[in-house]
């Protein structure tokens, strides 16, 4: 089934110039530097606060919303799970938003993150001035394997698993890190 049976799918929020940071202003931009492509995880604490020059409330981030990287050498998905309010996505994201009932934010994030998506967007990706650029019609045009959603739960909550575990992984190896530098430096200080 083509992407766009699946779920909505719109461009990030498009200013015009410069965004204009403001203390007292009405939203939030995410962008492309408030995310982590390598752990596919984003940060809310230090988005840019700023007024849009048109209503924004259109673009609004919302939980399950899939941000969908466009520009760039390295396409991926996001998958927004907590948001604070009046978050928009900035121009280099598309944002999904699932339409069907029979399909989950978290299957297709999972699933637009897998290497037959990765190879079919190398493949049918254009070119802006200065870097690759996948196109809307390209987005939507992916056929997504849809199993039951009793599969999709499934995939979702390995996924999400196996992210934890990741996490747990690199956090040990800075803890083995640190212990074995420790180790060293009072070996070296004993031996004097």
């Not at 007292?24 to 606060?49: E, F, H, I, P, W």
């Not at 698993?161 to 430096?185: P, V």
Request: charged fraction near 30%; hydrophobic fraction near 40%.
């Amino acid at each position: 089934m083509k992407l766009k049976k699946i779920a909505k799918i719109r461009s990030g929020y498009i200013n015009r110039g410069k965004i204009e940071a403001r203390d007292t202003g009405s939203c939030l931009l995410m962008q492309a530097k408030d995310v982590n492509a390598d752990q596919l995880s984003y940060r809310t604490d230090a988005l840019v606060r700023f007024s849009p020059r048109q209503s924004g409330k259109d673009w609004f981030l919302e939980p399950g919303d899939i941000l969908f990287m466009a520009r760039g050498a390295r396409n991926y998905s996001l998958l927004i799970d907590k948001v604070p309010d009046s978050v928009l996505a900035a121009a280099c994201f598309f944002i999904i938003r699932v339409s069907n009932s029979d399909a989950l934010p978290e299957y297709l994030w999972w699933y637009l993150n897998q290497s037959p998506v990765e190879e079919y967007l190398k493949r049918f990706s254009g070119r802006a001035v200065h870097m690759p650029v996948v196109r809307r019609a390209v987005l939507e045009s992916i056929d997504i394997s849809l199993p039951p959603i009793k599969v999709q739960k499934q995939v979702a909550e390995i996924t999400t698993l196996m992210m934890k575990e990741q996490d747990l992984y690199k956090k040990l190896a800075e803890k083995r890190k640190y212990l074995m530098t420790e180790i060293c430096l009072k070996s070296i200080r004993e031996s004097r």
